[in-house]
C-alpha cells in the first residue's frame, strides 16, 4: 500500500528554469510534509517541511505548496541550478500534537537533473 | 556538529550469512531509527527508538532482523540469515527531542548490503 506516491521518476529542466516536482498521498490523517534531497552515495538531507495548517512555505528557492483537498503537494525550485541534480523524496508523517515525528512515510524519489 | 555515523559503508554477503550494522546518532538525539531502502524505491522504516526503549518495530522482519540500542547511544542492525531481497541501504537516522523545529531527521551517509 503505497501512501505517498511520486509519480515522476525523473525530471529534466534547463538552468535558470523553475523545476516542479509533484507528490500524492492517500492517508488523511498525515498532517506534516517534508521534502529530503539525496546526493549518490549519501545520506538524505532535509530540504524543506510544511505544516498541514498551512498552504506554502518559502526558504530561499525552495517553495513547497499543499493542496489538502487534491492531497497534493509540490516542490518548486527556483531559478534550478546544476547543483541541484539530485534525488528528491517527498515524505509524510502524522504530527499527532508533536509525538510522532520520525515515522516518516517516503515516496519513491524523482531523480532530478538541472542542464548547464 | 558531527553527523551520525555509520559503518560500515559497504558489505557484500553470501545469502544465509549474517551481518551487523553499527550506528552512532548525533549527541543529545534521543530518537534513532533505522530505514532500509531498496533501490528504486523511498526510505522504509524499520524500527524506532527512544533512548533505550523500542517505539516502533512493526516493519521488522522479527524472524531475521534485530535491532539493539543499549545505554540508549549508539544502536547496532543485526541480519540473520540474509536473503537476497535484503539487499539493500540501510539508513540510520536521529532526531532531537520532540522532533526539534521542523520535525526532520539527521540521515547518516548508510551502509550498502548486497546479498549474493
Known amino acids: 500500500d503505497q501512501q505517498v506516491k511520486q509519480n515522476s521518476p525523473s525530471l529534466s529542466v534547463q538552468e535558470g528554469r523553475i523545476s516542479i516536482l509533484n507528490c500524492d498521498y492517500t492517508?488523511?490523517?498525515?498532517?506534516?510534509f517534508l521534502w529530503y534531497k539525496k546526493y549518490p552515495a549519501e545520506g538524505p538531507t532535509f530540504l524543506i517541511s510544511?505544516?498541514?495548517?498551512?498552504d506554502k512555505n518559502e526558504d530561499g528557492r525552495f517553495t513547497v505548496f499543499l493542496n489538502k483537498s487534491a492531497k497534493h503537494l509540490s516542490l518548486h525550485i527556483v531559478p534550478s541550478q546544476p547543483g541541484d541534480s539530485a534525488v528528491y523524496f517527498c515524505?509524510?508523517?502524522?504530527?499527532?500534537?508533536?509525538?510522532?515525528?520520525?515515522?516518516?512515510?517516503f515516496g519513491q524519489g524523482t531523480i532530478l537533473t538541472v542542464h548547464p | 556538529e558531527a553527523g551520525v555515523a555509520q559503518s560500515p559503508r559497504y558489505k557484500i554477503i553470501e545469502k544465509r550469512q549474517s551481518v551487523a550494522f553499527w550506528c552512532n546518532p548525533i549527541?543529545?538525539?534521543?530518537?534513532l531509527y533505522w530505514y532500509q531502502q531498496i533501490l528504486g524505491q523511498g526510505p522504509k522504516l524499520l524500527i524506532q527508538?527512544?533512548?533505550?526503549?523500542?517505539?516502533?518495530d512493526s516493519q521488522l522482519p522479527k524472524d531475521r532482523f534485530s535491532a539493539e540500542r543499549l545505554k540508549g547511544v549508539d544502536s547496532t542492525l543485526k541480519i540473520q540469515p540474509a536473503k537476497l531481497e535484503d539487499s539493500a541501504v540501510y539508513l540510520c537516522?536521529?532526531?532531537?527531542?520532540?522532533?526539534?523545529?521542523?520535525?526532520?531527521?539527521?540521515f547518516g551517509e548508510g551502509s550498502r548490503l548486497t546479498v549474493l
Open positions: 537516522a536521529s532526531s532531537p527531542p520532540a522532533g526539534g523545529i521542523t520535525g526532520e531527521l539527521f
Open positions: 492517508n488523511s490523517m498525515f498532517d506534516y
Open positions: 510544511i505544516s498541514s495548517i498551512k
Open positions: 515524505a509524510a508523517t502524522i504530527n499527532a500534537g508533536g509525538t510522532s515525528y520520525g515515522k516518516l512515510t
Open positions: 549527541s543529545g538525539h534521543a530518537t
Open positions: 527508538f527512544q533512548n533505550n526503549g523500542v517505539v516502533d
